[in-house]
Structure formats: structure tokens, C-alpha cells
């Protein structure tokens, strides 16, 4: 039974980290989801990996000011 | 062909840096108990995840409509992707220690000397556990890219000859691939599996990609940069 939880646990850590992080990650696709279909503009959807990638930073200089202090 | 390659690649390099941590793990148990009962234990945990890949694999292509699986599948490449790219940031800023296989192994093997009078049971879930839970990234991998871009055969392939490659290497040296560049290796494929996850993700919400697939090119270059500002701001001094 622990071995299932353990494997439980794995599986939740593929995509999850930090709950925090990975709830802005989520929000900005689901921001996407709403609005990108609407706005039919080529290329607009660069727009989402930059906001994930600019969450990437933050999150991890965040972390990373987090574990030196 | 481009996407055939790519998938072939993310799967191949994903499976490549598990299978080196999986073979640490059964080395370390081999060397120190005899070889009866990881071997058992890691062909018992090769079978559980072929399994998984047999019926998630041919759920996903045959009973989830395409948008859908690029919508969910890409959502969670992403997040998947952008977990192991977060890992490699702070590992290259030297925020968190490098993996170190030589490490892992004489951790595992110091665990089991402290156990050498209890049965062999140790030795076959220890090896069992350990690649059953890194293949299952290696699972999700060869499932997400397959399932997502149509070609489940040549991501199975990739998957399968990454495992073969590591295995051999196992068994001619003996000893933990500490030489592999796992760090630099898991940079790349959270790089591509972001870029890819994007690329899905986008598609599965009705968008599509000018250049089409040539896209996750600069998706890739994008989180490149991205990754090495992180790193360059966590490097700065006044960041200490």
C-alpha cells in the first residue's frame, strides 16, 4: 500500500513541483484556451509561450532567492 | 519526417537519461546482493510498464479525438517539460546540486550493506521500485510524444533503443554511466518537450502555427533564452 502511494506520489511529481507554479502555468494555458480561438491573429500564439516563459523565470529566481536567504 | 525525427529524438533522449538512473540503481543492487533478484525485479517492472504503455497508448489514439488529446496531452507536456527545464535552471545556477550517478550509487549500495541480513526481497523491490518509477517518466514521454503526433510505433522505438543502448553499456562497463552528461541531457529534452507541449497545447485550443511544425524551432530557441536569463539572474551577485 505504501509502495502505491509512493507510486501515486511519483506520478503527481511528474507534473507538479510546486502547486503554486504550476497553477499560474495552468491558468496562463487556460487563458489561452479562452481567448486564443477568439482572437484568430497568425502567430498569436507565441504570445502564450512567452507568458510561460517569462513564468519560468519567475518561478525559478523565486525559488532560487527562496533556497539562498 | 521532421515530427517522426523529433518524436523519435524526445523519446530517445527522455528514455536515455532514465534508463541511466534506473541502471544505477539495479548496478548498485546487483554488485552488492548477486544478480538473481534485480534482474527479476527489473524485468518484472519492464513488463508493468509495457502494460501501461499497451493500454493508455491504445486508449489515447483510438478513443480520444485528436483536439482533445493535443489539448490535454500538450497541457501536460508542458508542465512536465517546464518541470524538468525549472530543475535544469537552478541545477546550471548551481542552486541545487548536480545528479551525480557515482553518488546515487554508493548511497544505494551504503542502504543495502546496512541491510545484508534480511532476504533477498530487499534486492528485487529496490530494483523493481527504482525502474518502475523512473520508467514511468519514460512511460509518459513515449506515450505523450506518440499518442500526440500520430506515430506511437517510432516513439516506442526510440523509448526501446534508448533502454537497449544504456543496458549495454551496463552490462560491458559494470558500472554507473557517471560519464552520460544526464544534466546537460535533461536541459535538452525540457526544452523539447516545452516546445512541443506548446506547439499541442496551442493546437488542441483551434490556433495554428505559421510555418506549421518548423514553429517548435523557435518555441525552442524561446525557452533557450528564457532558461539562460533565469540562470544568468540567479548567478548575479547581488542575487546571493
Known sequence: MRWLRSAGAEVIGLFVGDWFQTGISVAILGAGWLALPRLHVEGVAFALAVALAVQLILATTAEARAKKT | MGAQLLTFGAAFLGSGVESVEALTIVLAVGLTRGWRAPLLGTLSALGLLALLVAIFGQLIVTRVPEVTLKLIIGTLIV?????????????SAGVVAMHDENRAY????????????????IGFTLALKGVFLEGLEVVFIVIAVGGTSG???VAVAGGLLAMLVVAGAGVIIRRPLAQVPENTLKYAVGIILTSVGTFWAAE????????????IVGLAALY????RVA???IRR???A
Open chain 2, 224 to 227: 533557450l533564452v528564457a532558461s
Open chain 2, 237 to 239: 551577485p547581488v542575487f
Open chain 2, 151 to 153: 506515430g506511437m510505433g
Open chain 2, 79 to 91: 508542465l512536465f517539460g517546464l518541470r524538468w527545464l525549472h530543475k535544469a535552471v537552478l541545477r
Open chain 2, 106 to 121: 554508493a548511497q544505494t549500495v551504503e542502504s543495502l550493506r546496512a541491510n545484508q541480513q534480511k532476504t533477498d526481497w
Open chain 2, 204 to 215: 488542441g485550443m483551434g490556433v495554428s502555427w505559421p510555418l506549421d511544425f518548423v514553429s
Open chain 2, 231 to 233: 540562470v544568468t539572474l
